[in-house]
């Protein structure tokens, strides 16, 4: 059974740091692109990173661009998200996902290819 699980999440001020962490299980990265993607009430989903597995090539949307850090771990299929000078309207349910046909990291968060994707961790800004 595929299971992303994401933690890392929580309350902070503007102009914070969070570090969020997504523990793949029966999963190998591989040549996939995973990011990560977030989503606030009223809001349509954003793929804010996404990375491609095999060349570590990234795709940052223009809202994080600079202040987010993707990264990820191969071997142990964690996915990473670094989030500095975190802003009120970075609040939202952040998850990750993965795809499995081979996609590039621009082209995964601005479609709609996700096969996995976790429940999400809560990241609240408070101005």
């Known amino acids: 059974e595929v299971q992303f699980v994401e933690s890392g999440g929580g309350l902070v001020q503007a102009g914070g740091s969070l570090r969020l962490s997504c523990a793949a299980s029966?999963?190998?990265?591989?040549?996939?692109?995973i990011g990560w993607f977030r989503q606030a009430p009223g809001k349509e989903r954003e793929g804010i990173s996404c990375?491609?597995?095999?060349?570590?090539?990234?795709y940052y949307a223009d809202s994080v661009k600079g202040r987010f850090t993707i990264s990820s771990d191969n071997a142990k299929s964690m996915l990473y998200l670094q989030m500095n000078s975190l802003k009120p309207e970075d609040t939202a349910n952040y998850y990750c996902a993965a795809e499995t046909i081979g996609m590039d990291s621009k082209s995964f968060c601005l479609g709609t290819g996700m096969d996995y994707w976790g429940q999400g961790t809560q990241v609240t800004v408070s101005s």
């Open positions: 029966g999963f190998t990265f591989d040549d996939y692109a």
């Open positions: 990375i491609q597995s095999s060349d570590g090539s990234t």
